[in-house]
């Protein structure tokens, strides 16, 4: 195939150099993404098979296409991914308006859901919700003390739990509990989705939930083993340390029903040891269904739980689990579920393509990055920035910025507005008028930046503040005192 590549003068030198044997056609242009359909007006494109044009460009692709009978398609946004697009480039139909490089990612994370999907066959199901055999591993949601929140809290976690990826939904009873409270609960977790479970060692709590039609009950025990006489067929989650007793209650839930799921226990304390355990539960049991408590590791591990939760999750496959059990009941472990969630599809995959989680077209990587791009010079003549330490004060008013739900809030004694993204709220701003001083213009430009980039990551914002970012921080203002 005779592919045509099409860039600006300031790429010219990195597109040519990752130009993988394709032809170079440099447009008249500095910035490769403003390249138009009218660039390409002097160049006979009929001598090639494809025209790859940069991946921001906003040109008439499809029209050019049509007119002149050559495929004119999107290239990838970094000229360093022309080779990766090279590679595919016979397997994937590029497109008009996706840069190749994201397109060919979508792609592979859709070939990775077909094949993990393709071999979904478990050993029973709860309500649809295939468990153990081949399927994939599937995220057990809790919402810890469940039946303490009143039903627009309870039905907007549920919501939101689904929305991040959760398979079964959790119902955590306290303590103390009502039968009422318990009742209400599983009903409206019923209204909401499928399978819902129940997380509790009260005989009472359980009786109430089965009669109110829970589809799994969690933690039982020998110490309230006599709850197995309110089970009615629901998938049952059996807990013990001891891997012998463990099979042993395993055996004898399972004269009361044939969807009994074993949880040796994750520890946090012992964490080796208790992965040893699902290890030789799995050796005496190769059938039946086992739940890996992640949960019990990420709420007690002062560490970002992405990376955490992507090797508890590699583990749990390794041990051969079927269930990922996790919680987002603190600040630090949200996000978790999601994280399980694509967690869970990744090792699979890897599995079945004997591979390492890597290229998959999925990946948990979101403070750091697979590539580093080569990075230019800085020019004899650039001049070093100093900081101003005045303080003019903008005569049209001031902004106060804020966090709130999953948007920004910036207001202006004149008008609030609100968005998800900074461009979008700076844009509405200068339209309405609201700055009148470059150094303000460029003051809101940050403070909102900021507040988006606070939105995205979950984290803490306060404007003026720096955002917290823990040890990078740290390292930063020790090599800046050195």
Not at 137 to 154: C, G, S
Not at 246 to 269: F, G, H, Y
Not at 348 to 357: D, I, Q, S, Y
């Amino acid at each position: 195939m005779k592919v045509l590549l099409v860039t600006g003068r300031l790429a010219e030198s990195i597109v040519k150099a990752n130009s993988a044997g394709c032809d170079v056609y440099v447009a008249d242009v500095d910035v490769a993404a403003f390249i138009t359909e009218k660039h390409l007006s002097s160049v006979d494109i009929s001598r090639y098979d494809l025209v790859l044009v940069p991946g921001l460009a906003k040109g008439r692709w499809r029209e050019l296409e049509e007119r002149t009978g050559t495929k004119v398609r999107l290239g990838p946004i970094h000229a360093y991914d022309i080779p990766k697009v090279m590679e595919r480039i016979g397997s994937v139909e590029l497109s008009h308006e996706v840069p190749a490089d994201r397109l060919i990612d979508m792609n592979r994370e859709r070939e990775l859901v077909e094949l993990v999907e393709s071999v979904e066959k478990g050993v029973f199901d709860i309500n649809g919700v295939e468990v153990g055999g081949t399927s994939r591993m599937k995220v057990v949601a809790e919402i810890v003390d469940a039946t303490e929140l009143d039903r627009d809290q309870l039905v907007s976690r549920i919501e939101y739990y689904l929305q991040s990826g959760a398979d079964i939904i959790d119902l955590g009873v306290p303590l103390s509990f009502s039968v009422e409270d318990v009742r209400r609960a599983v009903k409206v977790a019923k209204d909401c989705c499928d399978a819902v479970s129940v997380d509790t060692f009260s005989p009472r709590a359980i009786r109430t939930a089965v009669e109110s039609g829970v589809d799994m009950v969690m933690s039982i025990s020998e110490k309230n083993i006599r709850a197995l006489d309110h089970i009615e067929g629901q998938a049952v989650v059996v807990v013990e340390r001891n891997v012998e007793r463990l099979s042993w209650l395993v055996d004898l839930v399972r004269t009361k029903t044939e969807k009994v799921i074993a949880d040796p226990v994750l520890d946090m304390d012992g964490f080796v040891s208790s992965v040893l355990r699902y290890a030789e539960f799995r050796r005496r049991d190769p059938r039946t269904p086992v739940l890996f408590g992640a949960g019990n590791v990420t709420e007690l591990f002062d560490a970002d739980s992405i990376g955490v939760n992507a090797l508890l999750a590699l583990i749990a496959e390794e041990v051969g689990a079927s269930l990922l059990f996790t919680t987002e009941a603190s600040p630090k472990t949200r996000g978790s579920i999601r994280e399980l969630r694509i967690a869970s599809y990744m090792v699979k995959g890897a599995r079945l393509k004997g591979t390492p989680p890597k290229d998959l077209g999925m990946s948990l990587l979101v403070l750091k990055e697979k590539v580093r791009f080569p990075e230019a010079e800085v020019p004899e003549n650039c001049q070093k920035a100093v900081e101003s330490k005045e303080f003019h004060r903008d005569p049209l008013g001031d902004f106060r910025i804020w966090i709130s739900g999953d948007r920004i809030v910036c207001s202006h004694e004149k008008a609030c507005v609100h968005g998800k993204t900074a461009k979008e709220i700076i844009d509405t701003v200068l339209r309405m008028g609201l700055v009148s001083r470059l150094d303000h213009a460029g003051y809101l430009g940050r403070e909102l930046k900021k507040a988006e980039i606070a939105l995205k990551l979950k984290k803490n914002y306060v404007q003026d503040e720096e955002l917290n970012f823990g040890y990078y921080e740290r390292d930063l203002k020790d090599e800046n005192s050195c």
